[in-house]
Nanobody, 127 residues
Framework: QVQLVESGGGLVQAGGSLRLSCAASGRTFSSHTMGWFRQAPGKEREFVAA????????WYADSIKGRFTISRDNAKNTVYLEMNTLKPEDTAVYYCAAAQPGSNVAGNPNPNAYQYWGQGTQVTVSS
């Protein structure tokens, strides 16, 4: 079991930056592929980025590639999402997720590939 708590969301102007953090409990954090998803009002939850347990592999949605960076610090049980050049269409609740240890999630964009979820943090980008 792993519990996830996101932080770092807020209101920012278009073109600005935010860094989201996801703190995980438990001693298995370094075994999980971690992902970030987002959900805008009236839309389905969509894949944003993922990072392998070691941090050596990362995957990104085309819509944010080049603007967002996912990273992790296994010593701190934390995964990050650095978001730059934010656009109004990035407005959503952002969720951190963890896949079951040993599962071959890779860049699977399906939320069902992830078993553990945080409560989400709101990101609002004003134009």
């Amino acid at each position: 079991q792993v519990q996830l708590v996101e932080s770092g969301g807020g209101l920012v102007q278009a073109g600005g930056s935010l860094r989201l953090s996801c703190a995980a409990s438990g001693r298995t954090f370094s075994s999980h592929t971690m992902g970030w998803f987002r959900q805008a009002p009236g839309k389905e939850r969509e894949f944003v980025a993922a990072i392998s347990w070691s941090g050596r592999s990362t995957w990104y949605a085309d819509s944010i590639k080049g603007r967002f960076t996912i990273s992790r610090d296994n010593a701190k049980n934390t995964v990050y999402l650095e978001m730059n050049t934010l656009k109004p269409e990035d407005t959503a609740v952002y969720y951190c997720a963890a896949a079951q240890p040993g599962s071959n999630v890779a860049g699977n964009p399906n939320p069902n590939a992830y078993q553990y979820w945080g409560q989400g943090t709101q990101v609002t980008v004003s134009s």
